[in-house]
């Protein structure tokens, strides 16, 4: 059974850097479409960003999170990573990695996926 465990969240000020990861075990990740949401306090989870098993990548809720966040995939090492820059203290959340069933594409809806990890917190603040 697939398992993920998440890692990297801390305390960063505004305009700063984090690499998050998901690490994949009791299956590899090859054929799994894998995302990332966050979560802030009071807020509804929202698709952050989506790698098929191809590479193929989308950037969610628009295109503010494309030109700052980059989500990246590493099948031999069985793992995602997402490497946030200039962050922005509406970025700040728990960040979790989930992963659909074998073969599907992205999707930014949480219903879509049915492997979920713990979450690592993120927060953004000076």
């Known amino acids: 059974q697939l398992q993920l465990v998440e890692s990297g969240g801390g305390l960063v000020q505004p305009g700063g850097s984090l690499r998050l990861q998901c690490d994949a075990s009791g299956l590899t990740l090859d054929d799994y479409t894998v995302a990332w949401f966050r979560q802030a306090p009071g807020k509804e989870r929202e698709g952050v960003s989506c790698i098929t098993k191809k590479g193929a990548r989308n950037y969610y809720p628009d295109d503010s999170v494309k030109d700052r966040f980059t989500i990246t995939r590493d099948n031999a090492e069985n793992k995602v990573y997402l490497q946030m820059n200039n962050l922005k203290t509406e970025d700040a959340g728990v960040y979790f990695c989930?992963?659909?069933?074998?073969?599907?594409?992205?999707?930014?809806?949480?219903?879509?996926?049915?492997?979920w990890g713990q979450g690592t917190q993120v927060t953004v603040s000076s």
């Open positions: 989930a992963a659909r069933e074998p073969n599907y594409l992205c999707s930014r809806w949480r219903i879509d996926y049915s492997v």
